[in-house]
T-cell receptor, first 118, second 111 residues
Framework: GAGVSQSPRYKVAKRGQDVALRCDPI?????LFWYQQALGQGPEFLTYFQNEAQLDKSGLPSDRFFAERPEGSVSTLKIQRTQQEDSAVYLC????????????????FGPGTRLTVT | QKEVEQDPGPLSVPEGAIVSLNCTYS??????FMWYRQYSRKGPELLMYTYSSGNKEDGRFTAQVDKSSKYISLFIRDSQPSDSATYLC???????????FGQGTELSVKP
């Protein structure tokens, strides 16, 4: 079946612009995660949704970052007033298991959106 | 001190070699221990997981966990050029959900 898809795959933004990154998880997956991967680093957790509820946003680096999943399927990560330090690959992952559930280790990742802020 | 330490490499080996990849961690609350593989310009994919000390084998891959030393390893036997990728160790807390990744080790297997 279809995996996790993300769009756009590449985004170049001028410093100060707002951007919106989209994630289409695997159909029926209750859990959706956003991660940020800087060049040469492992992904770092940003935020977590269980269905439409945002249960953990402890990894969002500033109040310029905002995420939503209004109908419990597609999610959007929005970054306002982008800064150069926001340049990274933004990865979305989904799981059929909830936070704390057995099997939540099995997360399916999309290809990511590579954001470059100039 | 970082929660997870992983040698970033790069590591270059000839085809057929045995590869050993390692991570150390500091948090005793980790419940699940995983290895993800990430090809260039792709998202990570789960390779192996375990939740107990000891060895777990899957084909050419063996995952090893030593909770007393807070050390995990991934061994790849008879390495192939198609194994060339970045290997990420990952952990989840007890009752958690977010993956906590190491820095990743870039592996290149030369034909």
């Amino acid at each position: 079946g279809a995996g996790v898809s993300q769009s756009p795959r590449y985004k170049v933004a001028k410093r100060g612009q707002d951007v919106a990154l989209r994630c289409d998880p695997i159909s029926g997956h209750v859990s959706l995660f956003w991660y940020q991967q800087a060049l040469g680093q492992g992904p770092e957790f940003l935020t977590y949704f269980q269905n439409e509820a945002q249960l953990d946003k402890s990894g969002l680096p500033s109040d310029r970052f905002f995420a939503e999943r209004p109908e419990g399927s597609v999610s959007t990560l929005k970054i306002q007033r982008t800064q150069q330090e926001d340049s990274a690959v933004y990865l979305c992952a989904s799981s059929s298991n909830p936070w704390g559930g057995q099997g939540v280790y099995e997360q399916y990742f999309g290809p990511g959106t590579r954001l470059t802020v100039t | 001190q970082k929660e997870v330490e992983q040698d970033p490499g790069p590591l270059s080996v000839p085809e057929g070699a045995i590869v050993s990849l390692n991570c150390t961690y500091s948090n005793s609350a980790f419940q699940y221990f995983m290895w993800y593989r990430q090809y260039s310009r792709k998202g990570p994919e789960l390779l192996m997981y375990t939740y107990s000390s000891g060895n777990k084998e899957d084909g050419r891959f063996t995952a090893q966990v030593d909770k007393s030393s807070k050390y995990i390893s991934l061994f790849i036997r008879d390495s192939q050029p198609s194994d060339s990728a970045t290997y990420l160790c990952a952990f989840i807390y007890n009752q958690g959900g977010k993956l906590i990744f190491g820095q990743g080790t870039e592996l290149s297997v030369k034909p």
